[in-house]
């Protein structure tokens, strides 16, 4: 976060997703990395199989994603988690694909920027390889 520098194109490209990712990685940059490293110390190692693998998943403990709330906006973990340690302006178009089809992982090894497309043939592989 320390190296984050606003693009050629930020003003051009404004957006509200855009402005927040901006002010929390030019203002509260160790607050953002703090948040981070507690949700990583309360996750949970899973044991989640795919094509006979273990990948241990690390998990927040809810049925459904879980949600944190950071200076003033509500996202997923996951999302959060990811925006953060790759020090990405994240957009509406931008998925957090979960390499391990497991939704509530919030590992970062598990999880990768990507498009809607990547993250449908990411699916569309699951279900064919029988996962």
Known sequence: LAKFQRSSFHE????????YWTKVYENHPEEALER???????????ETVRR???LG???LGLKTPR???????????YRFITGVLNATVLSYD??????C???NCVCPEHLAI??????????????????
């Open 12 to 19: 051009m490209l404004r957006s509200d997703a855009r402005d």
């Open 94 to 99: 931008d998925v957090i694909r979960h390499l």
């Open 67 to 77: 949600k944190v709330k950071f200076k003033g906006r509500r996202d997923y973990a």
């Open 101 to 103: 089809h497991n939704r």
């Open 36 to 46: 981070v490293a507690e949700l990583l110390a309360e996750a949970t190692v899973s």
């Open 57 to 59: 998943c690390w998990e």
């Open 114 to 131: 990507g498009t809607r497309h990547e993250n449908l043939q990411d699916e569309l592989e699951k279900r064919y390889s029988g996962d």
């Open 52 to 54: 006979g693998l273990r």
